[in-house]
């Protein structure tokens, strides 16, 4: 059974027409619909890798800028409670240990 069908798919193969077999483009028909739309489906794809891309670098642009943005009001935190830290051990009054 499988080695009939084979047979006969391979007869059906051969005994087609090549003009069949190709589409537009391979034929040689570059400015048929088929495609000036694969032309646009392919530049379609290209469009949505470069959005995703741009979209993940934005992303750690993003991140880098809040890290930054975290690490100076931390340091400005420190600079901040420590300079208190110095009025407060100098101040009149205080007791020191």
Do not use: K
Not at 42 to 70: C, W
Not at 82 to 96: H, P
Request: aromatic share 6%; proline share 3%.
């Amino acid at each position: 059974m499988a080695v009939t069908r084979r047979t006969l798919m391979t007869m059906a193969l051969l005994a087609a027409p090549r003009v069949a077999l190709a589409c537009p483009v391979c034929f040689g028909q570059n400015d048929s619909p088929l495609a000036i739309a694969m032309n646009q489906g392919i530049l379609m794809m290209l469009g949505v890798v470069v959005l995703v891309l741009g979209a993940f670098a934005t992303f750690f642009v993003v991140l880098i800028r809040r890290a930054n943005r975290a690490a100076e009001a931390m340091s400005q935190a420190d600079a901040q409670q420590s300079a208190g830290a110095a009025d407060y051990a100098m101040g009149e009054g205080t007791a020191q240990c």
